[in-house]
């Protein structure tokens, strides 16, 4: 079975909003191999329409903008060219590699994670909150950034019960910030 493993950025005060991390060349990096240790990413609307902004090629000039620092360039090849999941009951479709994911979402995400290969890689805030819900996360990242943000979102909000989890691996970047895996315990 596949495992699901979700990442994201955090400060140390539990904002995640991807405006408050500090992004460089190695943060980026770290990411891209996440993404390329999966076969497949699964977003929600929002995650998804941020990404595809940030990260498709243009199709008129296939180019990056020119706010996209060569450094970024592998991150943006791993994720354009990811098979993506959207879970999304307003979008009637989507395209840049990625299928619309309908109906109950603990059976569509098992049907997934049932398939054979490497992993699914999710993230994002309110689709990961449901998927911990379900016990449906097998692997937990947090990189946690060393800033106080003095801001939100938090991750978890409204989760109903906890979920226990075990450190199974931790990697210092060279920008202080820490990333951090956890399993659940079951």
């Given at each position: 079975?596949?495992?699901?493993?979700?990442?994201?950025?955090?400060?140390?005060?539990?904002?995640?909003?991807?405006?408050?991390?500090?992004?460089?060349?190695?943060?980026?990096?770290?990411?891209?191999?996440?993404?390329?240790?999966?076969?497949?990413?699964?977003?929600?609307?929002?995650?998804?329409?941020?990404?595809e902004?940030?990260?498709?090629?243009?199709?008129?000039?296939?180019?990056?903008?020119?706010?996209?620092?060569?450094?970024?360039?592998?991150?943006?090849?791993?994720?354009?060219a990811?098979?993506?999941?959207?879970?999304?009951?307003?979008?009637?479709?989507?395209?840049?590699?990625?299928?619309l994911?309908?109906?109950?979402?603990?059976?569509?995400?098992?049907?997934?994670?049932?398939?054979?290969?490497?992993?699914?890689?999710?993230?994002?805030?309110?689709?990961?909150?449901?998927?911990?819900?379900?016990?449906?996360?097998?692997?937990?990242?947090?990189?946690?950034?060393?800033?106080?943000?003095?801001?939100?979102?938090?991750?978890?909000?409204?989760?109903?019960?906890?979920?226990?989890?075990?450190?199974?691996?931790?990697?210092?970047?060279?920008?202080?910030?820490?990333?951090?895996?956890?399993?659940?315990?079951?």
């Amino acid at each position: 079975m596949r495992p699901l493993r979700y990442s994201i950025n955090i400060t140390l005060d539990g904002c995640c909003d991807h405006r408050a991390g500090i992004a460089d060349a190695e943060l980026h990096r770290h990411h891209a191999r996440n993404l390329a240790e999966a076969d497949a990413l699964l977003f929600g609307r929002v995650t998804y329409q941020m990404m595809e902004d940030a990260w498709r090629k243009p199709a008129e000039t296939g180019v990056m903008p020119e706010w996209a620092e060569p450094w970024v360039m592998p991150f943006a090849h791993t994720i354009h060219a990811a098979k993506k999941y959207v879970v999304s009951a307003t979008l009637a479709q989507v395209d840049w590699n990625a299928e619309l994911l309908r109906g109950d979402l603990k059976e569509a995400v098992l049907r997934l994670k049932q398939e054979p290969g490497k992993g699914i890689f999710v993230g994002g805030v309110t689709l990961p909150l449901a998927l911990a819900e379900m016990g449906l996360i097998d692997e937990y990242e947090f990189v946690v950034q060393p800033r106080l943000a003095g801001h939100g979102p938090t991750l978890f909000a409204g989760l109903s019960k906890y979920v226990d989890l075990k450190l199974v691996g931790r990697h210092e970047l060279g920008s202080g910030a820490l990333a951090l895996r956890y399993q659940p315990k079951r």
